[in-house]
């Protein structure tokens, strides 16, 4: 662990609210360890069988087809829900559409295992709650600008990027307070703290590939 390069990274995220690197610069253990836990290229599409999607339905209008989370389904019929979703859905016909993605639950003990390494890197909260996915953006899917931390509970939001084919004509990007954008490149980090902040952020629309990207929600232990 690159000692001084981790200080100036957690006075940047407890001064600014957010902050984002390369993890290998930081360390080449927790790089080596995700490239164990999920090796570059070895996510697949099909096993993406959940698609989160907000549809917003003003007043007056009917109730849109599907709903917001539509869980344990196999991958290519989600894939004509989400086409059938653009179609109808994102500002069209009255309505819109304001995130669109899917993801899949993460069971991997070595995966978790680099997440918390992760966390109390940033973090001394001893046995955070962190709810953990990795998602996947693919052409058409995108995220508007929001805050997550409404509710007040969480210390932060972790973000991996899994990617290995991006380029900065494909869109995918995470954009911070609307003026920082962090390339969805494999091995990127970018974390929000919710301690002190709540940064709005989104995800530029993806074209023509698979964005893929370890997602974890921390929260201070539960008391008892």
């Not at 940047?12 to 360390?27: A, D, I, M, R």
Request: proline residues 5%; charged residues 20%; contains cysteine.
């Amino acid at each position: 662990m690159n000692g001084q390069k981790l200080t100036d990274l957690k006075n940047q995220l407890f001064n600014n609210g957010f902050v984002s690197f390369n993890l290998k610069n930081l360390s080449e253990e927790l790089y080596n360890e995700l490239e164990i836990a999920i090796p570059p290229n070895s996510l697949n599409p099909v096993e993406f069988t959940n698609l989160q999607m907000s549809i917003i339905n003003p007043k007056g209008l009917d109730i849109p087809l599907y709903p917001n989370t539509i869980l344990d389904t196999p991958f290519d019929e989600l894939s004509k829900i989400k086409i059938d979703v653009l179609d109808k859905y994102n500002f069209k016909n009255g309505y819109s559409l304001d995130q669109i993605w899917f993801y899949k639950s993460v069971e991997s003990r070595k995966i978790l295992d680099f997440r918390y390494k992760l966390y109390k890197s940033f973090y001394e909260n001893p046995n955070g709650n962190c709810g953990t996915t990795i998602t996947m953006y693919n052409d058409g899917c995108f995220l508007r600008n929001h805050q997550d931390n409404d509710l007040g509970y969480r210390d932060c939001a972790i973000l991996i990027y899994l990617s290995t084919d991006w380029d900065s004509t494909k869109g995918g990007e995470l954009i911070i307070d609307n003026t920082h954008s962090v390339p969805p490149i494999y091995g990127n980090v970018a974390i929000l703290d919710f301690t002190k902040f709540n940064a709005y952020h989104s995800v530029n629309l993806v074209k023509g590939f698979n964005r893929y990207c370890l997602l974890n929600f921390c929260s201070p232990p539960m008391i008892k």
